[in-house]
């Protein structure tokens, strides 16, 4: 049977570092997957996670399974993150929450949870969006659609015809929506905007699916849970994908939270039951040990502390190194204004450039992003790389 197959295409971004690591370039760039990088190029293991993993080490007693829905103490701690232990839909305990093998994980387990309960909704995702994020849904046997989010430029939210795309969504659908640091455009909405997209969202009778990968990466712990706020209201149901992948460089313990949040504290409960049912079928239950390190760290004040002093000067560094692009490029090629970049948030950017420049770049100069509308992942700039980065990319323009 196998002999009748074809290869498979590789993945858009993970195929990019296949090729990364068979380039024999020394000076080489990978700024395509989306991996935090500190000043020296290296993805750092937090002090926090290296203090959390200590104690556990001297006070676990035991390897044995999981629940379904993972360490509780973890799920309780993830909801708090998203919403504050005092926020309506924590104290009417509307909320429930599963551990889950990173956020793709918690994305697939939210895809057959809908298929299962929900078979007639689509999928609305913004167009652009993860290149993942369709694939997860159809390989759940889910229909997708696309609404409208950026301009014509590839630079700046246009904000009226994503409030339009919306509008045209039939009531029952699920409409995806980025929490913050919009993966790939690192454009946001405004508090402003998030108003309008809420009242959307609830005058149409949509199903907010909220994709929260980056909270904390982009203006603050806090600020950055701003949309995701304005859209659960009162009473108001919604699903919650969030990841600790990068907020806590826990990439390889795979970590991630699927957060129901129902009309009522029993209806939450139910919601629940029908969750397990997804990943006991997937995975049965999650691995302990990167769950652990997040519950430890936010249960414990001086790690909390740590933690967001590290998670700080990650988000420092990235705004820093999208200021010294514009500067840089700013020298390097005059006519072309990169201002719009330092506007954006998160780990990503689109660079505007175009199929036929991000492919020069990777061939001619060994400078690798993602072709879907020139992606970069501005983690992976540092002050070393910057200069070459700058003269290959407008050598291209």
């Not at 379904?68 to 009417?92: K, Q």
């Amino acid at each position: 049977m196998f002999e009748t197959f074809e290869m498979a295409p590789p993945d858009a971004i993970l195929g990019l570092t296949e090729a990364f690591k068979k380039d024999t370039n020394p000076d080489k760039i990978n700024l395509s997957v989306g991996v935090y990088k500190d000043a020296s190029g290296t993805t750092p293991i937090l002090r926090c996670v290296k203090e959390a993993e200590r104690r556990l080490l001297d006070q676990q007693q035991s390897k044995g399974y999981l629940g379904i829905d993972g360490l509780p103490e973890f799920g309780r701690l993830a909801r708090e993150l998203l919403f504050n232990a005092d926020h309506e839909v924590l104290t009417s305990e509307r909320a429930v929450s599963l551990q889950t093998p990173g956020g793709t994980g918690a994305l697939r387990v939210a895809a057959d949870f809908l298929k299962r309960n929900a078979p007639d909704s689509s999928i609305w995702l913004s167009k652009p969006t993860w290149a993942n994020h369709p694939k997860v849904f159809e390989a759940a046997d889910r229909r997708v659609e696309a609404y409208q989010y950026i301009d014509a430029s590839g630079t700046t939210l246009d904000f009226q015809a994503m409030l339009e795309s919306l509008n045209q969504i039939p009531a029952g659908d699920v409409v995806l929506l980025h929490g913050c640091c919009h993966n790939p455009t690192g454009i946001d909405p405004t508090p402003e905007q998030w108003q309008q997209i809420a009242d959307v969202v609830h005058e149409r009778k949509l199903l907010p699916l909220i994709d929260f990968a980056y909270q904390g990466f982009g203006k603050g712990i806090e600020n950055d849970a701003v949309g995701l706020r304005t859209v659960v209201r009162l009473g108001a149901e919604a699903i919650i994908c969030s990841s600790f992948s990068k907020n806590f460089g826990l990439y390889s313990e795979r970590v991630g939270a699927l957060t129901l949040i129902a009309g009522t504290a029993a209806a939450a409960q139910v919601a629940l039951s029908h969750a397990k049912v997804s990943v006991r079928t997937n995975y049965s239950n999650p691995p302990q040990h990167g769950g652990a390190i997040v519950a430890a760290v936010l249960a414990d004040a001086e790690l909390r502390a740590m933690w967001e002093e590290e998670l700080a000067e990650m988000r420092k560094r990235i705004h820093a190194m999208r200021m010294l692009f514009f500067e840089t490029m700013k020298q390097k090629a005059p006519r072309h204004d990169f201002s719009f970049i330092t506007n954006q948030c998160g780990m990503f950017s689109f660079s505007g450039l175009n199929p036929v420049q991000v492919d020069e770049l990777k061939n001619n100069h060994s400078v690798y992003i993602v072709t879907a509308g020139g992606r970069i992942n501005v983690a992976g700039m540092t002050e070393q790389n910057m200069d070459r980065l700058c003269t290959a990319i407008a050598s291209v323009l």
